[in-house]
């Protein structure tokens, strides 16, 4: 992606919107935890711009040797400005690597 947008690429995460996805029948978690699955999938795709093997078992997610092979030439800095509104619910809100 790197290549195709000359270093452009911006990757927007967030914690999902129950209108869009409750229709898979799953049930739909209440805030706090789709924070705690938004902090973790954040935490493993930071990981993965490392460029290494990334296992981790974590309480929402399980990755087993994932790794990104086209990392950035230069590290992206990353954030979330809307759950940087939202300091109090979730100790990781605007966190930038």
């Known amino acids: ?9 911006r990757l927007g995460l967030g914690s999902g919107e129950i209108l869009n996805e409750h229709v ?6 209440s805030a706090g935890v789709r924070l705690e ?4 999938a954040a935490g493993i795709i930071r990981d993965l711009f490392s ?5 981790h078992r974590g309480t929402h997610f399980q990755v087993e040797n ?12 990353s ?8 300091p109090a619910r979730s100790p990781g809100a605007g966190r930038t690597w």
């Open 51 to 55: 460029g290494e093997y990334v296992t």
């Open 1 to 9: 992606m790197q290549l195709l947008s000359e270093g452009r690429f």
């Open 79 to 86: 954030g979330s400005p809307s759950r940087a509104r939202t």
């Open 66 to 77: 994932a790794k990104l092979w086209d990392v950035p030439d230069t590290p992206r800095p």
């Open 24 to 29: 898979v029948g799953a049930g739909w978690p």
């Open 37 to 40: 699955m938004l902090d973790e």
